[in-house]
T-cell receptor
């Protein structure tokens, strides 16, 4: 089993739709979780950090379920500019010195 | 504030040659990371510096890869001799002391022919 797994997609959704991505991780000691977005041929950019049960930032909501080792990202009212690959990133230990593992990414296309 | 910068943006070399990649982290960031993305695969951790010390180099593929961070500022990643499977995008990231949030540079696209 891979350490971090994601739905590969692609997700093709119309503008204004709500879309949710799932991510599961295998290391129960993991404490910190992140969502990054990566545009084509660009670097990953931090979208949200998820430290407790979840958090919200505008149209984006991240949720964490430690018992199920599952993280989700919800995007409401999708915009064309949301089209990108969304990377689930998990810190495998308990400190900032522990390395992070990237999921393979979920591709999102928002269509007019 | 300037972000993480990397040089060169692209490099095309022949198998057996040497290439050196450079990363300048965000000023004041103690933590510097190197990652690699091979086509079709996820981004993989290579190593982590805290200031000038290697905190974790468990992701370095083999001894053809040498990373340095003299003085705790910029870092270099040398590949010598390069092999075809070394092709990919090499990302550098940095974070502040005690912070989990990493900021990525634009990457160096390495092609070994």
């Amino acid at each position: 089993r891979k350490e971090v797994e994601q739905d590969p997609g692609p997700f093709n959704v119309p503008e204004g739709a709500t879309v949710a991505f799932n991510c599961t991780y295998s290391n129960s000691a993991s404490q910190s979780f992140f969502w990054y977005r990566q545009d084509c041929r660009k670097e990953p950019k931090l979208l949200m950090s998820v430290y407790s049960s979840g958090n919200e930032d505008g149209r984006f909501t991240a949720q964490l379920n430690r018992a199920s080792q599952y993280i989700s990202l919800l995007i409401r009212d999708s915009k064309l500019s949301d089209s990108a690959t969304y990377l689930c990133v998990v810190n495998i230990g308990e400190t900032s010195y522990d390395k992070v593992i990237f999921g393979p990414g979920t591709s999102l296309s928002v269509i007019p | 504030e300037a972000g993480v910068t990397q040089f060169p943006s692209h490099s095309v070399i022949e198998k057996g040659q040497t290439v050196t990649l450079r990363c300048d982290p965000i000023s004041g960031h103690d933590n510097l990371y190197w990652y690699r993305r091979v086509m079709g695969k996820e981004i993989k951790f290579l190593l982590h510096f805290v200031k000038e010390s290697k905190q974790d180099e468990s992701g370095m593929p083999n001894n053809r890869f040498l990373a340095e961070r003299t003085g705790g500022t910029y870092s270099t990643l040398k590949v010598q001799p390069a092999e075809l499977e070394d092709s990919g995008v090499y990302f550098c990231a940095s974070s502040g002391q005690g912070s989990y949030e990493q900021y990525f540079g634009p990457g160096t696209r390495l092609t070994v022919t």
